[in-house]
């Protein structure tokens, strides 16, 4: 399902790579919660995975420090 939905986004070659990474890493991460992802719900399967994304990315942010 990831391959599909990034070529139709225009993704290809490293990023398509990236996607499919993060799709793995998602399916991994739902599957240690108990809560494996279920391909027959796929919009709600969207929206879980945009929040997991987030969620992710928030994680691995560097914070930012001003100097005064």
């Keep these: 399902m990831a391959l599909i939905v990034s070529c139709r986004s225009g993704r290809t070659g490293s990023t398509l790579s990236a996607d499919l990474q993060e799709w793995e ?7 240690e919660l108990g809560q494996p992802v279920n391909m027959s719900d796929w919009d709600k399967l969207q929206v879980q995975f945009a929040e997991w994304r987030q969620a992710s990315a928030a994680a691995v942010e560097p914070t930012r420090t001003e100097l005064v």
């Design 25 to 31: 890493a998602f399916r991994k991460a739902q599957a």
